[in-house]
């Protein structure tokens, strides 16, 4: 979070913004208001998000909207904006694609692009649980190309100004209302990140991540916002399954959700009888908050063990995390949010894309591929932590083809015949939830 707000704080031109969820807690009202100090800097600002979760905030949104610098757009709106019901019964086609592209720019200069949102939970300070996340910094040529992925959504006809959605025209004495509450909120919070930093703060940090940066070629793979889902396939499941096709020796990846369809499936079985090691760190069913992507995984589990995988489950109680992060989160449960792959440690993909057939076939998706073999080492250092016996469940076959969970608890190896920390009332819901028809919405 320091480093959005410290991009915010230095911008001198632009910021662009794009976004599936900025949630009103207090790390998006946080974020809100640097953006529009910024703003009344003169610099000029533009955020697309993401509509139907946020509907109730149209006047919110409007009222910042009216400040002569701020443009706000919403992507794929809901016509109707009271009974949002009607649309997905009347309109699903149209309303189930969904923008969940994460993006920041600064100047055309500094881009942060990944997995998180806004929101308390994807930077440690939700008080019940918390997304291990990860984001990558870019700077240098590849940022004009994610300002040119950015303008291409802007532009595209999905994205609807939030003036030509409300009913009435919002101005001055709107907005001086919506920021004065905003800051008054703020001011009532303790938040466990600097959030007010003199300039001589902000260039040690930058000075810092300057010094910390690993230059490398990289490319942004994103989805064109105007395919049709169903008759045009996503860029970046395209391009994912291009490389993995190149593997020579080892994919390791972590996904949130991680629902593959049967010719996913069969990849696997294919790389390894190539002798490529495939590994993934994925939710465990105590540890995901969505019951019917797991109940789809659930039921891939033991053809991905046969076919040679090796599969991990994040553990909601690991605390191994979370240096850095406030005391808040030591407290709160753990859930997996990171999307990322490293390609025989020589590249990696890091950005919004989950493993599942929402990701490659309805919604939007964007991500930077780095070829840097330093890169791969870190990302790698953080994946071995993930999977680490402390931090997750090794799920396996036994013998008799059972499946088991095997983990650490002080020191004391820990195995389970059944989906590990959770109740009867979870894992029953989950076993009804298999018998949907619903894997291609997963």
């Known amino acids: 979070m320091p480093f959005r707000l410290a991009l915010a704080d230095l911008a001198e031109h632009s910021l662009d913004l794009q976004y599936y969820m900025w949630d009103g807690d207090t790390t998006g009202r946080i974020m809100v208001d640097h953006v529009m100090r910024a703003a009344a800097r003169g610099v000029r600002v533009r955020l697309l998000v993401d509509d139907p979760f946020y509907k109730d905030s149209d006047s919110v949104k409007a009222c910042l909207d009216a400040h002569p610098n701020v443009e706000i757009r919403l992507f794929n709106p809901l016509g109707n904006r009271r009974w949002a019901i009607l649309d997905f019964l009347f309109d699903f086609a149209r309303v189930n694609r969904r923008m969940h592209n994460k993006l920041m720019i600064a100047d055309n200069a ?67 209302v919506i920021l004065t509450r905003l800051r008054e909120e703020i001011a009532t919070t303790d938040y466990p990140y600097p959030i007010s930093q003199h300039p001589e703060q902000l260039a040690v940090l930058c000075n810092e991540l300057r010094d910390d940066l690993i230059w490398a070629p990289g490319r942004i793979v994103a989805d064109d916002p105007e395919i049709v889902p169903g008759k045009e396939s996503n860029s970046v499941v395209i391009f994912i399954g291009e490389r993995v096709a190149s593997l020579e020796r080892e994919l390791l990846v972590e996904s949130p959700y991680f629902v593959l369809p049967a ?75 990171t999307k990322a792959m490293i390609f025989d440690r ?17 919604n939007t998706e964007a991500g930077l591929y780095v070829e840097s073999p330093e890169l791969a080492r870190r990302l790698t250092a953080y994946m071995e932590m993930g999977v680490g016996p402390a931090n997750s469940y090794r799920v396996f076959l036994e013998p008799d083809g059972k499946l088991a969970w095997e983990t650490r608890k002080d020191s004391e190896l820990m195995r389970y015949s059944d989906e590990p920390a959770t109740g009867l009332r979870r894992r029953v819901l989950t076993t009804l939830l298999k018998l949907l028809p619903i894997d291609s919405q997963l």
């Open 346 to 362: 020589e590249a990696v993909f890091i950005g919004s894309f989950n493993l599942d057939s929402r990701s490659a076939f309805i």
């Open 110 to 176: 500094a881009s942060i692009v990944g997995g998180r949102n806004i929101g308390d939970i994807y930077y440690g300070v939700n008080v019940s649980a918390n997304y291990r996340d990860l984001d990558v910094l870019a700077v240098g040529p590849v940022v004009r190309d994610l300002s040119n992925v950015f303008d291409r959504y802007w532009n595209s006809s999905s994205a609807v100004p939030i003036a030509a959605i409300v009913r009435r025209t919002y101005g001055e004495a709107d907005l001086q």
């Open 263 to 337: 010719g996913a499936q069969a990849t696997v079985k294919r790389l390894q009888d190539r002798g490529v090691r495939v590994r993934v760190l994925t939710n465990s069913l105590a540890s995901n908050d969505m019951l019917p992507a797991h109940a789809g995984y659930a039921k891939t589990r033991r053809t991905l063990l046969e076919n040679g995988m090796e599969l991990y489950e994040l553990r909601p109680d690991t605390d191994a995390f979370r240096p850095g992060w406030s005391i808040v989160a030591g407290r709160s449960a753990a859930a997996l949010h």
